[in-house]
């Protein structure tokens, strides 16, 4: 009787154990929410998709505008297509690449095309849709459900049709929904399961080609055309400005699978991701290798607290840092480059959708703590470009120059990777690029050197782009020192005093100067007119506080700490009205003047610790993290731009922020957690601790490094990289000392 006692207590207690287990240490993928950012202006998808894959599986919606730049929006409710390339929170739209869409009707011959697809857009509700790190599951009103998985090349559809329904679905290679035209489309049937072909665009990127292959896991009968849709035997090519297919799967099962592979650099690019990537028909194998794959990065850094919310916006934005920049060279190291000519890699695999006027700021550093090896690629990927083109690439999307936005924010990245000892590239060549791309006379260079400031009357933007181009100058001279090349050095850093030209003692902004020298009037500080006056997507309040590599200097033309303080706490404490009637709508996320949203604010709240009052930093950034970034859709307050929004979050809660990523100092803030574990190397880790009792306990009393207090707001890259501990010892009142200094 005892034995079976035991028994059927450690049968009944042993789920319970387990379930316990299971809360305190979850997977951690299971945190990840990716619908956060679908709804209003974070632009994100939903899709399937690898840690920087070349695959972004993701469902669109049949509307377009800006709200709809990454193809969905959580508004709508119709899903028109799965397409599998995605942009991660831009403010343009393009790609949604080789649309596929479940269908239970068949077309009319006679019928134009064109109808027949939109006839089969399929209305859906978000209580029937999941979403996690390398799947997608959405079941339709009328019955088809449909998952996704991903390798980092190839796309997995499994389709379940209802009973007794036609099982069909449909390709769309035509113009897509946001910003891009079809060119040229063609589609062969190669046997009775397999297609190819490709798509060639113009949009955005204005030269994109998508190559693909189509394998399906049963003989299927197909028919294809631009305006009618008419039978495509095996061995049959069709080309044209633009081609629709109905693919007929018959009714000998209701379950489908079709994968897909891309390239764009040829069908045999293509083929061969397939092959490599992809040679069975095993869905849960796929699903499972993309969720390993996410548990994998995402485990470099483990958080734990007491906020089951925070852990989740947390991790999510740690998912959404990495999707971005994405694998662009197929299995065989072909890739199309800025030359329009087909390019090949060795050693290194070539990246595309670099957003470096958002990333350079917060997700760019992040990789160099945590993706050391993917850095080399990327900044060898810039120099292939720079090989291609002459320039080292300013917002490079699939093998194109869009020339977007401002600033030489790639030369950064490369400065700042090689001060942290991230050197695995042609070191000569790279400095040589950013010489030659600051000294191009491109987008207002010419002036800038000219003039030592752009004037507003010869380029547009001329404010930000003189501060932008500072900066980079510095970040040269930076490079140039560790060279020795001091001529350079002493120009360069010459050049990055350019910022102080611009700055109007009598009313304390960065303003538009003439040619002649004179100020531009009439001026207000809230006045905005998106890109066509002085300042990109902002206004006078949020960019006069961009010198990130001379502070010191910043404050001493505002006439000192104490002005300049003042300075600052007007920024976040004056109304959020703007003026203007083009206002741009980057500008969100506010508190006062100061516009989380969009990216030149993202440094400014670190500003009060330069000024000896951190107590406000803590203030502030906690503020930002609790109150602009929440576990829902709606959860980011401006677009997510590759990362960069959510890599700002992941950086403020552990509780340190990079202002100037190339100085290799991390100023501090406030931590969201107990305690942040990041691993630094394989035997490595820095872990960051606080008393966080409560959310009230924002406030800092002191910080010890490594058990010895740190009198200082910043710590430095090399003390995190070669681990150890840093504790923030904190309170929910600000104290007297800190009340002090204000």
């Not at 204005?206 to 039978?231: C, H, W």
């Not at 003692?505 to 998106?530: C, D, E, Q, V």
Request: charged residues 20%; neutral net charge.
């Amino acid at each position: 009787m005892k034995n079976i006692f035991f028994l059927l207590s450690f049968v009944f207690i042993l789920p319970l154990g387990s379930c316990s287990n299971k809360e305190k240490d979850p997977k951690i993928t299971e945190y990840v929410n990716p619908f956060i950012g679908t709804a209003e202006h974070g632009h994100c998808f939903p899709g399937a998709t690898v840690p920087f894959g070349a695959i972004q599986l993701s469902p669109d919606n049949p509307r377009s505008g800006w709200d709809w730049c990454s193809g969905y929006h959580y508004s709508d409710s119709i899903i028109s297509s799965f397409s599998h390339t995605h942009l991660s929170g831009t403010g343009i739209g393009d790609l949604q690449d080789i649309r596929f869409l479940p269908v239970i009707t068949k077309p009319d011959t006679n019928r134009n095309a064109a109808d027949y697809i939109r006839s089969g857009y399929a209305r859906f509700s978000h209580d029937n849709e999941q979403a996690e790190p390398g799947y997608y599951r959405v079941k339709f009103d009328n019955g088809i459900i449909t998952e996704l998985a991903v390798t980092p090349r190839c796309g997995f559809h499994y389709y379940q049709y209802p009973a007794n329904s036609v099982h069909g679905l449909t390709l769309d290679l035509t113009t897509s929904r946001n910003w891009d035209k079809t060119t040229e489309a063609s589609l062969k049937k190669i046997n009775n399961r397999t297609l190819q072909g490709y798509r060639k665009s113009t949009g955005w990127a204005a030269d994109q080609r998508v190559y693909f292959t189509i394998e399906f896991s049963q003989d299927v009968e197909v028919l294809a055309g631009k305006n009618t849709l008419k039978p495509l035997q095996n061995g049959q090519k069709i080309v044209t400005d633009s081609c629709y297919a109905w693919i007929d799967f018959g009714c000998k099962t209701d379950k489908i699978l079709a994968k897909i592979s891309l390239s764009s650099a040829n069908i045999d690019g293509a083929d061969a991701n397939l092959k490599k990537e992809l040679p069975h028909w095993s869905f849960d194998k796929v699903k499972r290798d993309g969720k390993q794959a996410w548990r994998k990065i995402l485990s470099r850094i483990k958080v734990e607290g007491n906020n089951e919310n925070n852990i989740q916006v947390f991790y999510t934005a740690l998912y959404h840092a990495y999707l971005a920049p994405n694998l662009f060279s197929d299995v065989n190291g072909n890739f199309k480059g800025p030359d329009k000519e087909i390019h090949s890699v060795q050693k290194h695999k070539q990246y595309t959708v670099f957003s470096f006027w958002d990333t350079f700021r917060a997700a760019h550093p992040l990789f160099t703590l945590t993706q050391k090896k993917r850095v080399n690629d990327m900044i060898n990927s810039m120099l292939k470009h720079y090989d291609a083109s002459g320039l080292l690439p300013v917002w490079e999307l699939v093998g194109n120059e869009t020339n977007c936005m401002i600033g030489n924010h790639s030369i950064p990245v490369i400065v700042e990777a090689y001060l942290k000892d991230i050197d695995n590239y042609d070191v000569d060549k790279a400095y040589e690029a950013m010489k030659a791309t600051a000294l191009s006379g491109k987008a207002g260079l010419a002036e800038l050197r000219q003039y030592g400031y752009i004037p507003y009357d010869k380029e547009n933007e001329s404010v930000s782009k003189t501060l932008e181009y500072a900066y980079d100058d510095w970040c040269i001279a930076q490079m140039a020192k560790a060279l020795n090349k001091e001529e350079d050095y002493l120009f360069f850093l010459k050049e990055s005093r350019n910022y102080t030209n611009l700055f109007d003692k009598n009313t304390g902004f960065m303003r538009g100067k003439s040619s002649s020298g004179a100020w531009k009037s009439p001026f207000s500080p809230l006045y905005s007119n998106h890109r066509d006056d002085e300042y990109t997507e902002g206004n006078a309040w949020q960019y006069s506080w961009f010198v990130p590599h001379d502070i010191e200097g910043l404050i001493s033309l505002h006439g000192g700490k104490e002005a300049f303080a003042t300075k600052l706490d007007s920024l976040f404490t004056i109304p959020s009205q703007l003026e203007g009637s083009n206002a741009s709508p980057d500008i969100s996320g506010m508190i006062g003047q100061y516009a989380q949203g969009n990216e030149p604010s993202h440094h400014v709240a670190y500003l009060f610790n330069y000024v000896g009052q951190p107590h406000k930093t803590q203030y502030y950034v906690n503020k930002i993290m609790t109150e602009l970034y929440t576990n829902t859709p709606a959860g980011l307050c401006g677009n997510e731009d590759c990362g960069q929004m959510s890599a700002w979050y992941v950086f403020s809660a552990m509780g340190f922020y990079p202002v100037n990523p190339v100085e290799g100092k991390y100023q501090l803030g406030t931590p969201l957690f107990n305690k942040v574990t990041l691993r630094v190397g394989p035997e490595k880790k820095f872990v960051v601790t606080a008393n966080k009792e409560n959310d009230n306990y924002i406030y800092v009393q002191k910080v010890l490094l490594n058990g010895k207090e740190l009198n200082r707001t910043w710590i430095t890259h090399d003390e995190i990289t070669q681990g150890g501990t840093l504790e923030f010892v904190l309170t929910d009142k600000i104290t007297e000392k800190q009340q002090g200094e204000s």
